[in-house]
Nanobody, 125 residues
Framework: QVQLVESGGGLVQAGDSLTLSCVAS????????MAWFRQAPGKAREFLAA???????VYGDSVKGRFTIFRANEKNTLVLKMDMLIPEDTADYHC???????????????????WGQGTKVTVSG
């Protein structure tokens, strides 16, 4: 059974940093795109960052320059390092993975087959 489990969320102040982790189990995702999305109350789900199936990092405009995505632990863990947090970053953050090998289409939620339950990030002003 494939599982994606996020951790690392919490309450921080504006300007702080936070690191989220997503541990994948049940199968290997080497060669498969993995990404972070977020959803704030009353807003649409937003693409944040991904590692494509060919290993390239891709960032959404709202987090470019502030967030860094990378894989760790023999690539079984997806990490999102978030710096210079602002109150607008408050949301539920979800990890996702695709089942299409070497996919380079990474910004659309519809392309992801596996999702974690999410971890909540709250940034106070």
């Amino acid at each position: 059974q494939v599982q994606l489990v996020e951790s690392g969320g919490g309450l921080v102040q504006a300007g702080d940093s936070l690191t989220l982790s997503c541990v994948a189990s049940g199968r290997s995702f080497i060669g498969y795109a993995m990404a972070w999305f977020r959803q704030a109350p009353g807003k649409a789900r937003e693409f944040l960052a991904a590692i494509s199936g060919t290993g390239e990092p891709v960032y959404g405009d709202s987090v470019k320059g502030r967030f860094t995505i990378f894989r760790a632990n023999e690539k079984n863990t997806l990490v999102l390092k978030m710096d210079m947090l602002i109150p607008e970053d408050t949301a539920d953050y979800h990890c996702a993975a695709q089942s299409r090998l070497y996919s380079t289409i990474v910004a659309r939620a519809i392309d992801y087959n596996y999702w974690g339950q999410g971890t909540k990030v709250t940034v106070s002003g």
